[in-house]
């Protein structure tokens, strides 16, 4: 009787601390593909690549209402190989995202490592999302997708408005500035209308600080959406590039045509620029799976080395001046 007793009330304890917690969800993404690359400076190369469309990742995330429109959230995202199991990265346990937060009435402030405001502003703006072997990372520049260290801010939405500021601490013992982060974006999502312009400084050393600015907008017309974006790249050497996309979503049966044209401008003469054209399919199995294959080709200058990737593989570079090029067919699952 006695521990039948004891029992249920460790039982109802319990119950009573799960129900205090609104839960913790574990998603994730499993993509993996075949890709030929040609163009590499040691010859072509074909293999089973892990994150072609999205990166494949392990997530957990959670959150506790607090009351009063308050809650406390948090992210911890690992990025994986999925063809050899391996953590990406740089080996971090959760390398994609680590961060903790609180969200009021007042917005959202997120303590941790993030996504860069630049990066993200620019995923939505890629017809490509910034993955396949078209992905407009290949050319365009987002400093560092995500982030260390960092404290970020993001209003909450009106009329379609929103804005987030981010700041990461350099944590350099004798120069507080080297490897700081100042960032943000102002971004505008309504109806068929999608908008964003977003600035991101990055202290790379202590007599160099790389500055980028990116406008982009995508339009749904019904039949197609179209996608466009101009973005600049100086830095305190003499780098000086203009970046201009184009490019087209098109709905196509159970599942989506995509293509992109991405020009690299060298403005400071050191014949570093290019252009890129990429096509790409995705069809849907189900709401959680789809296949998919993109092909994606470089014109390089002469002094340029720039690579068809995509989400998460950095191709195989070419030899200055020499092209690039990567098809893929693969597979993605989430859950």
């Keep these: 009787m006695k521990k039948s007793l ?25 993509d993996a593909g075949i890709t030929r690359e040609t163009g590499g400076a040691e010859g072509s190369v074909t293999k089973l690549a ?21 809650n406390a959230h948090f992210v911890l995202e690992n990025g994986l190989d999925l063809d050899t199991g391996k953590a990406r990265q740089n080996g971090a ?17 997120n303590l941790g490592r993030q996504c860069n405001p630049i990066f993200i502003a620019l995923d939505g703006i890629d017809p490509f999302e910034t993955g396949f072997t078209g992905s407009a990372t290949n050319l ?19 009329n379609g408005l929103s804005a987030t500021v981010m700041y990461g601490f350099g944590e350099q013992p004798g120069d507080s500035t080297l490897g700081r982060t100042i960032a943000f974006s102002i971004d505008y999502a309504a109806g068929p209308l999608v908008g964003t312009l977003a600035y991101d400084s990055l202290k ?8 980028e600015v990116l406008l982009g907008a995508s339009y749904n017309f019904g039949p197609a959406t179209v996608h466009a974006a101009f973005e600049t790249e100086k830095d305190d050497l003499g780098g000086d590039f203009r970046d201009f996309l184009l490019g087209a ?3 196509l049966g159970q599942g989506k ?7 690299k401008q060298d403005r400071s003469s050191t014949e570093r620029g290019g252009r890129q054209f990429a096509v790409g399919y995705t069809y ?38 020499n092209g690039s090029r990567a098809l893929s067919v693969g597979i993605r699952h989430k859950f």
């Design 140 to 158: 365009m520049s987002i400093g560092t997708a995500r982030t260390n260290n960092t404290v970020s801010y993001a209003t909450p939405k009106l």
């Design 93 to 109: 346990l959760f390398g994609r995202h680590a961060y903790v937060g609180l969200t009021t009435s007042a917005g959202t402030v």
């Design 6 to 30: 004891v029992a249920g009330l460790l039982l109802a304890s319990a119950a009573g601390a799960a129900s205090a917690q609104s839960g913790v969800t574990v998603y994730g993404i499993l």
């Design 50 to 70: 892990s994150g072609v469309q999205s990166g494949s990742r392990l997530g957990f995330k959670g959150q506790e209402d607090l009351g009063n429109s308050m």
């Design 249 to 251: 979503s098109v709905p």
């Design 204 to 211: 790379v050393t202590s007599f160099n600080t790389l500055k």
């Design 284 to 321: 849907a199995l189900s709401k959680r799976t789809n296949l998919y294959s993109s092909f994606g080709t470089i014109r390089n200058e002469s002094a340029a080395t720039n690579v068809v990737g995509d989400a998460s593989s950095g191709g195989s570079a070419p030899a200055a001046g």
């Design 257 to 263: 045509l995509l293509a992109s044209y991405v020009k």
